[in-house]
């Protein structure tokens, strides 16, 4: 009899478990989509996809390399924090790579290689946007006729981790942009 | 207790009695002491495997719907959606769990359900939040939460799911550090392993588990060490390779079943793929020259354990009275190994495998020849045609040498052959 209870606060202890876990995942992304600082990013989209997660263009930023702040010693598989700041047109860009966390303002932990003597290759970690399966092709296309000039993402971050909200071609979204005629 | 030899004892118990071999009594005692077999296995495997199939579709086909990435739900609907079909197959394993927990059936499907559910909610929250599969882990996450699944539930097609998701994880994408981690989670399935060991040794499920973690096994090793094995790998597998074919020579063998189990078969073929591989010569010239590729001490105390393993293994299958010669392949090609960085020509090494696959070859044959199986005399062929094809193209020795070769060896198998016929005449005119 006790056996049996025990089984059952198991069972329902790794049922929790289980379903805690996307819970926690989605407020924690949907926190910082809520209350994260808000980037405008350039980007150059391709279109791949996964099998599980469905179809998504893959956002590369045109802005990946950054000085390396405080000569920190930026060893190649280890996570260091990217600090982003906005340019005079509003556009973010990544102005420095340090390994220890920065008190204040916007960073990213992000995977980084040391390039040249004091500059640094990041790997930004927001690099997919998922998209409905019959628009990812379109979108792509949509992406490499504006290459360049008017691929835009906005990224919410906070506390070093950063979520893609939204992809702009010019001023509208890109949902937007495949809808008109 | 292995259900198929107690069907074939009852089926021969009437025999036994007809022929007063022993009593009616002691059939009835006999029956009574091993209790009901059941029948119609067939029909219940049948079932099992449909009903396991078909959580797997249903479960990846919802993956897929989901992946079509539906542009009219919201953030909070993808939620509901992804929590509701998790729930919804956990109240299903309970309700398995307590109500139908005798049913195989119940239980495979149930498990193999669930552990699609718990991948398709992750997926759908990373897909709502555009995560990318560094920073979500979610191969890594998903099998972790599955794990309990197999101990809970009991099911076999869980452990497999578990082991090839694992695998896929430990082998995708930039193998660093923190993926040695895959040995801890392979070591997870361990007690559940040991417990069909112990209690269902004869099912179909420990034979596909056995294949499937015996392969996965090697690919996570690859995955993890290939990287600082360096020039001893090739030993390296060879002695793995061993190690695998005496634990199915130790552990496995002699049952009416043993050929279903994986560790004989994948030993002996991964030692033969070896083998051969290690018998071109610019194989060992580009991959194993010693000046160009130093080791680390790390890697000759991997050696140095697996010899000593092997060791204790021939040395026990000796004990039982078993053929222990293949297994002595690791020490050949250690030799060879040896040889090889002494020997400034570089050519001593490769003719020592050449020599140690010829051998290996008619030996196969001449085994299959005595034992009259035919299937064991075409490996032993298909070998030997391999090594002459690899031969016969090989540019790094000249004509005259592969030509002098080849027509010497062609002699000796004459020769062998002639010798043969005369010495079976005599036998029989003995006869």
């Not at chain 1, 998209?131 to 504006?146: G, H, K, Q, S």
């Not at chain 2, 542009?71 to 939620?79: A, D, F, K, S």
Request: glycine share 8%; charged share 15%; proline share 3%.
């Amino acid at each position: 009899m006790k056996n049996k209870v025990l089984l059952l606060a198991l069972f329902i202890a790794v049922a929790i478990l289980q379903a805690a876990m996307p819970l926690y995942m989605a407020w924690r992304w949907e926190n910082i989509l809520q209350t994260g600082r808000q980037f405008y990013w350039q980007t150059a989209p391709i279109d791949p996809y996964d099998a599980f997660k469905g179809r998504y263009v893959s956002l590369r930023f045109k802005e990946n390399t950054a000085p390396i702040i405080d000569n920190a010693d930026i060893a190649s598989e280890r996570m260091v924090y990217a600090v982003i700041a906005e340019n005079d047109a509003g556009q973010a860009y990544i102005s420095g790579v340090t390994a220890n966390r920065p008190a204040q303002g916007a960073y990213v932990k992000v995977k980084a290689y040391r390039q040249f003597n004091d500059n640094a290759y990041v790997i930004l970690p927001f690099t997919r946007y998922y998209l409905p399966e019959d628009m990812a092709p379109a979108a792509e296309a949509a992406y490499r006729d504006n290459a360049g000039k008017a691929g835009v993402a906005t990224i919410r971050i906070k506390d070093g981790y950063g979520v893609v909200e939204q992809l702009y071609i010019g001023d509208k979204t890109l949902l937007e942009f495949l809808r008109q005629p | 207790m292995d259900k198929k030899a107690v069907a074939w004892l009852y089926r021969q118990l009437p025999v036994l009695v007809a022929k007063e071999i022993i009593t009616a009594e002691s059939a009835e005692r006999l029956k009574q002491h091993y209790g009901p077999v059941e029948g119609s296995t067939g029909t219940k495997t049948f079932l099992l495997v449909f009903g396991v199939i078909g959580a797997l579709l249903i479960g990846l086909g919802i993956i897929l719907i989901l992946a079509h990435n539906w542009e009219q739900l919201t953030r909070l609907n993808r939620l509901i959606i992804s929590l509701g079909l998790l729930v919804l197959t956990q109240i299903i394993s309970g309700w398995v769990r307590w109500y139908k927990r005798d049913s195989v059936i119940w239980r495979e499907a149930a498990a193999t359900l669930q552990l699609l559910m718990i991948g398709a909610a992750l997926a759908l929250v990373g897909q709502t939040y555009h995560l990318v599969e560094d920073i979500d882990s979610f191969l890594l996450v998903w099998m972790l939460l599955s794990l309990p699944l197999i101990y809970l539930l009991n099911s076999g097609a869980a452990a497999v799911l578990y082991i090839i998701g694992i695998t896929n994880w430990a082998a995708g994408g930039y193998f660093d550090v923190s993926k040695q981690f895959v040995w801890v989670l392979l070591g997870s399935i361990g007690p559940y392993y040991y417990g069909l060991l112990k209690n269902n040794r004869y099912t179909n499920t420990f034979a596909i588990l056995s294949w499937v973690l015996l392969i996965c096994f090697y690919i996570c090793f690859n995955a993890a060490f290939s990287n600082h094995l360096e020039r001893l790998s090739f030993l390296i597998y060879s002695a793995l390779f061993a190690l695998t074919y005496l634990a199915g020579k130790l552990w496995f063998a002699g049952q009416e079943q043993s050929g279903r189990l994986p560790f004989t078969a994948v030993g002996v073929a991964g030692s033969l793929i070896i083998t051969f591989i290690l018998t071109f010569n610019h194989v060992w010239h580009y991959f194993i020259d010693r000046d160009r590729y130093p080791v680390t001490d790390g890697a000759y105390g991997l050696v140095l354990v697996l010899l000593v393993l092997v060791t204790a293994g021939i040395v026990k299958l000796a004990k039982e009275r078993q053929d222990w010669r293949f297994a002595l392949l690791p020490y050949v090609i250690a030799l060879a190994y040896i040889v090889q960085s002494f020997d400034s020509s570089q050519l001593s090494a490769p003719v020592i495998m050449n020599g140690c696959m010829l051998g290996l070859s008619i030996s196969i044959i001449t085994a299959g020849v005595r034992r009259c199986r035919i299937g064991v005399v075409n490996l032993g062929m298909v070998l030997i045609a391999a090594l002459i094809m690899a031969r016969f193209f090989d540019v790094d020795v000249s004509f005259i040498v592969r030509g002098v070769v080849f027509v010497l060896i062609g002699i000796g198998f004459l020769v062998a052959n002639v010798v043969l016929v005369r010495r079976k005449a005599g036998w029989h005119s003995e006869k």
